[in-house]
């Protein structure tokens, strides 16, 4: 993961984040309670994220480093993104005119993922944006507001090397053993630990009277935060 020295929103995030349309935008509907649009204004709607001015066909970018974990369309979003980010984060975008990546893909901050539009139901062309916080919807306005803008200049062309990290927790039952990862000695469980996404090998010994323990890991998005192994007796 490129590592930034600028502290975001409170310093929650230590990764390089780039404004999602390139530079800062007007925002045109905040985050939280405001008159439901599509009601003259008579019932209460809570907006879970906010809205930024666009024209159709503006470039649509990540936010941050991430997986690509969704792309499809539905009746009120129209089309749409979410990419899954380092530390528990999650960003999605909203009302796209068209999508360029695909599932399971890994994105640079900064990398040009669709164009705004007006997909979906909406009163006009715009990008909603969504920041999601160990899985609850949080306000994206300090975030968006500590952005960087994309500088486009030929110094700034060189790619930032993506690497993509998961926390979870190894624990072990019934009894506590030593860990080692890819053959590397990493503590004891239970064992909070932080790994690139792509294949590891786990290994826990739990000593004399019990067999050791190997299997595969397949990090990536899916991968959940618990991972158990059920250590068996020696026969």
């Known amino acids: 993961m490129a590592a930034d020295d600028t502290d975001v929103a409170g310093g929650?995030?230590?990764c390089l984040i780039l404004s999602p349309l390139g530079a800062w935008r007007e925002i045109t509907s905040?985050?939280?309670?405001?008159?439901?649009?599509?009601?003259n204004g008579r019932d209460p709607d809570f907006h879970r994220g906010v809205d930024m001015a666009v024209t159709v066909g503006d470039s649509v970018y990540a936010w941050r480093t991430g997986v690509?974990?969704?792309?499809?369309?539905?009746?009120?979003?129209?089309?749409?993104?979410?990419?899954?980010?380092?530390?528990?984060?999650?960003?999605?975008?909203?009302?796209?005119?068209?999508?360029?990546?695909?599932?399971g893909q890994l994105v640079e901050a900064g990398q040009f993922i669709g164009t705004a539009g007006r997909s979906g139901r909406v009163t006009g062309p715009h990008l909603?944006?969504?920041?999601?916080?160990?899985?609850?919807?949080?306000?994206?306005?300090?975030?968006?507001?500590?952005?960087?803008?994309?500088?486009?200049?030929?110094?700034?062309?060189?790619?930032i090397p993506v690497t993509i990290y998961k926390h979870f927790?190894?624990?072990?039952?019934?009894?506590?053993?030593?860990v080692k990862i890819n053959g590397r000695s990493a503590g004891r469980t239970p064992l909070e630990i932080k790994l690139p996404y792509g294949e590891h090998f786990v290994e826990i010994d739990a000593g004399s009277g019990y067999q050791p323990y190997v299997e595969r890991l397949w990090i990536d998005q899916h991968f959940g935060y618990l991972f158990t192994a059920h250590l068996q007796t020696k026969p």
């Open 12 to 14: 929650r995030a230590g």
């Open 30 to 39: 905040q985050y939280g309670y405001r008159d439901d649009p599509f009601s």
């Open 68 to 103: 690509v974990a969704y792309t499809g369309y539905d009746k009120i979003s129209g089309n749409k993104i979410k990419i899954e980010h380092a530390e528990g984060y999650l960003s999605q975008y909203h009302h796209l005119k068209r999508i360029a990546v695909k599932e």
């Open 128 to 159: 909603h944006f969504t920041l999601v916080l160990n899985q609850k919807i949080i306000d994206p306005t300090d975030y968006l507001r500590s952005a960087r803008a994309i500088d486009r200049s030929p110094r700034s062309s060189k790619p």
């Open 169 to 178: 927790v190894i624990k072990s039952h019934p009894v506590e053993g030593e």
